[in-house]
């Protein structure tokens, strides 16, 4: 849903709903549109508070590592194994090319 052009939606559901999904940075925008409105409103000067620190903290799921750790490691295994039937099958190719050139 694009939140920039119509401000209909600007509500504090949609800022809540936002921030649950983890789009913080689109939640700090509504919330800071209805402050414009409302400056005197604190409870929303508190939701953006906890909105913006959730943006300045990153979640960073070991879950996620793992599993780019585990990928990298598989994806080195595989280079290295392809580099040792590269070495094996070299002096093959070359009789190989040998042979035709008879």
């Known amino acids: 849903m694009d939140l920039d052009g119509d401000k209909t939606f600007y ?3 949609m800022a809540r709903l936002l921030a649950g999904q983890g789009k913080y940075d689109r ?23 906890e909105v ?3 943006v300045a ?5 070991w879950e996620s590592v793992r599993g780019l750790i585990e990928r990298w490691v598989t994806m080195l ?3 290295r ?4 039937l590269q070495k094996l099958s ?11 050139r008879k």
Request: proline letters at 6%.
């Open 11 to 13: 509500t504090e559901t």
């Open 27 to 49: 939640a700090a925008a509504v919330y800071r549109y209805l402050l414009d409105r409302t400056p005197d409103r604190r409870d929303l000067e508190q939701e953006l508070t």
């Open 52 to 54: 913006l620190s959730a």
């Open 57 to 61: 903290e990153p979640v960073l799921r």
């Open 77 to 79: 295994l595989r280079l």
């Open 81 to 84: 194994t392809l580099a040792q």
């Open 90 to 100: 070299m002096p093959e190719a070359a009789a190989n090319r040998a042979a035709r």
